[in-house]
């Protein structure tokens, strides 16, 4: 699958996080100390936003009930066996690239 623009690193400060649409789909962009990494936009817990959550010492918060992610690997910080899907990443230049299904 190609590469897909989805943002600048301007849209995503540092330790921050960006909702973003491929097609049909949404991601979530996250920035940790400029470290950007791509995850489903879908939380585990009932579905919520997680690209309109927050990051917290390199966690991602869900802005519905505050279940938390790993930034890098996408783990549930409550139990690691879950996750929610991650994405390759590449930053060219300024722009954010990330390559989904
Ligand atoms: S939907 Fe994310 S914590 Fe409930």
């Given at each position: 699958m190609p590469f897909v623009k989805?943002?600048?690193?301007?849209?995503?400060?540092?330790?921050s996080v960006l909702e973003v649409s491929v097609g049909n789909d949404q991601y979530a962009i996250c920035n940790v100390e400029g470290s950007i990494t791509a995850l489903s936009n879908t939380c585990l817990h009932q579905g919520g936003p997680l690209g309109q959550g927050t990051i917290e010492e390199g966690r991602l918060i869900c802005p519905w009930h505050a279940w938390e992610y790993d930034c890098r690997t996408g783990a549930n910080l409550d139990d690691p066996t879950t996750c929610v899907p991650v994405y390759p990443v590449k930053v060219e230049g300024g722009d954010i690239l990330i390559q989904v299904p």
């Open positions: 989805v943002a600048t690193l301007a849209d995503v400060p540092e330790n």
